[in-house]
């Protein structure tokens, strides 16, 4: 029965693949789109500290995700984000982010996102994301954009972080 399952699953998706890519000029809604990009927490914030990436560790996280845009304003995208931690002793995959949320196109080429967080360490909370194409293709573009992830729970304090972000979109 999984088997059968996952050929089913498969098939969709590979139905929606063709529909996609059999698409002319002009846009169809439902649309799908996928990305992949690089994060960079470059400064938290909570109550007690204020701490830096790159001083006396580096983190980079490495989303994954994908967007179905219901129509051109608005949408729903899922991501998951590994996040690697490393500093002079240890590099390890330190938390997985799990990031559903909606996507609203903005004027001049912006989009905000909207997102629900909810991380293997234990925290969560939500992330404000302002994104922008900054090169278009016609198979794939590049974007920048500026995560603001807010986070609460396990024992710890809230915390704010301002992020950096580059990928590409196909």
Do not use: C
Not at 99 to 119: N, S
Request: no cysteine; aromatic share 14%; proline share 5%.
């Amino acid at each position: 029965m999984k088997k059968f399952n996952l050929i089913v699953f498969l098939g969709l998706i590979s139905m929606l693949t063709l529909h996609t890519q059999a698409q002319t000029s002009s846009e169809n809604y439902p649309k799908i789109n996928g990305f992949i990009g690089i994060i960079h927490p470059l400064v938290t914030f909570s109550n007690s500290e204020t701490t830096f990436n790159f001083k006396d560790y580096y983190s980079v996280g490495m989303p994954i995700g994908i967007n179905l845009w219901k129509s051109e304003k608005i949408g729903f995208s899922f991501e998951i984000v590994p996040t690697i931690k490393t500093d002079s002793q240890v590099s390890k995959v330190s938390n997985i982010l799990i990031h559903p949320g909606v996507l609203v196109r903005l004027k001049k080429g912006y989009t905000f996102a909207g997102r629900m967080a909810f991380e293997t360490s234990g925290r969560y909370g939500f992330t404000p994301i302002l994104a922008k194409v900054i090169k278009k293709y016609k198979d794939h573009n590049y974007y920048v954009s500026m995560p603001v992830p807010v986070r609460f729970g396990n024992n710890l304090e809230t915390s704010v972080t301002i992020v950096f972000q580059v990928g590409i979109g196909f």
